[in-house]
């Protein structure tokens, strides 16, 4: 069983619809959540993090968390073609005595003029 | 965000060489750094955690004497690659936690794409 899911898309949304992202975990003793963004041949970018439930804006992002759950998601609203990329979830959980991060395999977002 | 950089950003190697990859923390000390090997299509796996003046711990089924990880100093990680074949050929993508962000939050370097032929 994977511990951190998300559906691999690809995603298509118009340029102006908001874009809905999807994670599962199956750790419950995870703490903090992050969204990555990465482009085709490029590293993973960070665009936001979240460690309690709820949601959390930062611009055109809203991520949230229901740790009940085990589920995290991320809206894009005004979805602009820039935004197509691979969005990679990651969950971070104390192990051994240190914080690791497991990430999904993310979901390939398009969006279309 | 913290600046984490990576070099090279691509190598090619010939079967049988070693190749070292560098991560440098440009704005901030980084105690614990991490490095991770992405296929293509597929998510970040995570090969072993750097620390800073000790010995990396690596993730079950890494080979530690096939990738070497060094963090001499707060500021640099290094990764080599030992007698690369060419299924190592992959993206290797190093990260830093930052201090200020209470040690969760991970900021990537750019990542080297290194093909072995």
């Known amino acids: 069983q994977k511990e951190v899911e998300q559906n691999s898309g690809p995603l298509s949304v118009p340029e102006g619809a908001i874009a809905s992202l999807n994670c599962t975990y199956s750790d419950r003793g995870s703490q903090s959540f992050f969204w990555y963004r990465q482009y085709s041949g490029k590293s993973p970018e960070l665009i936001m993090s979240i460690y309690s439930n709820g949601d959390k804006e930062d611009g055109r992002f809203t991520a949230q968390l229901n740790k009940a759950s085990q589920y995290v998601s991320l809206l894009i609203r005004d979805s602009q073609p820039s935004d197509s990329a691979t969005y990679l979830c990651?969950?971070?959980?104390?192990?051994?005595?240190?914080?690791?991060?497991?990430f999904g395999t993310g979901t390939q977002l398009k969006v279309e003029l | 965000g913290a600046v984490v950089s990576q070099h090279p950003s691509w190598v090619i190697c010939k079967s049988g060489t070693s190749v070292k990859i560098e991560c440098r923390s440009l704005d901030f000390q980084a105690t614990t750094m991490f490095w991770y090997r992405q296929f293509p299509k597929q998510s970040l796996m995570l090969m072993a955690t750097?620390?800073?003046?000790?010995?990396?711990?690596?993730e079950q089924g890494v080979e530690k004497d096939k990738f070497l990880i060094n963090h001499a100093s707060l500021t640099l990680s290094t990764l080599t690659v030992t007698s690369a074949h060419p299924e190592d050929s992959s993206f290797y993508i190093c990260s830093a936690r930052h201090p200020w962000t209470g040690n969760t939050e991970a900021f990537f370097g750019q990542g080297t794409r290194l093909t072995v032929v």
């Open positions: 990651a969950v971070g959980a104390t192990v051994g005595g240190g914080n690791k991060l497991t």
């Open positions: 750097s620390n800073e003046g000790s010995k990396a711990t690596y």
